[in-house]
T-cell receptor
């Protein structure tokens, strides 16, 4: 089956530093990857949509200069949280849509727990 | 606007049947998904409905009525491991990527 990995699974960083989260599709190529954020006891909120080789599309209210997204290949997208603050502490989840197959398919990674101190 | 409503919490008994409802109002519609999410883990796919009617898959069934903006997830023969959050998500037709819009999720507690 389609597998999506995220690295790291957990990260703790100091306020003001930057953190990079990787999302990889391990056994399929993904033309589109999505980045979500989930606060405790809340649902997933879409942050941005990234397509391989083009600029990401950010949802309203998400700062593109703070959450840098790079989708450099068909198997890798990265999210960099720049100048992190405690309010950025959250569970970040990516998902990937296969380049082939049913258009509704979307596979989620295991998530990255970010804690900013 | 876009709005997806689900009950916040539900409780059911092991071996019983539970129905989790979802109503939606979105600018576009291109399918409805149900996901299961255990605490601290990523969502896992349960079902997808794009046409009206019932889709059955083992102990799980999902129903959709597009005219009513309504779906439900039916879980039969409940097991303790079914205790999780159940997320209803609508695929918005807007734009080229058909993004998913998630409801707030329903936290289901299965009791012995």
């Amino acid at each position: 089956g389609a597998v999506v990995s995220q690295h790291p699974s957990r990260v703790i960083c100091k306020s003001g530093t930057s953190v990079k989260i990787e999302c990889r599709s391990l056994d399929f190529q993904a033309t589109t990857m999505f980045w979500y954020r989930q606060f405790p006891k809340q649902s997933l909120m879409l942050m941005a949509t990234s397509n391989e080789g083009s600029k990401a599309t950010y949802e309203q209210g998400v700062e593109k200069d703070k959450f840098l997204i790079n989708h450099a290949s068909l198997t890798l997208s990265t999210l960099t949280v720049t100048s992190a603050h405690p309010e950025d502490s959250s569970f970040y989840i990516c998902s990937a849509r296969p380049a082939t197959g049913a258009t509704y398919e979307q596979y989620f990674g295991p998530g990255t727990r970010l804690t900013v101190t | 606007g876009q709005n997806i409503d689900q009950p916040t919490e539900m409780t059911a008994t092991e071996g019983a049947i539970v129905q989790i409802n979802c109503t939606y109002q979105t600018s576009g519609f291109n399918g409805l998904f149900w996901y299961q999410q255990h605490a601290g883990e990523a969502p896992t796919f349960l079902s997808y409905n794009v046409l009206d009617g019932l889709e059955e898959k083992g102990r799980f069934s999902s129903f959709l009525s597009r005219s009513k903006g309504y779906s439900y997830l039916l879980l039969k023969e409940l097991q303790m491991k079914d205790s999780a959050s159940y997320l209803c998500a609508v695929r918005d037709r807007g734009g080229a990527t058909n993004k998913l819009i998630f409801g707030t999720g329903t936290l289901l507690a299965v009791q012995p």
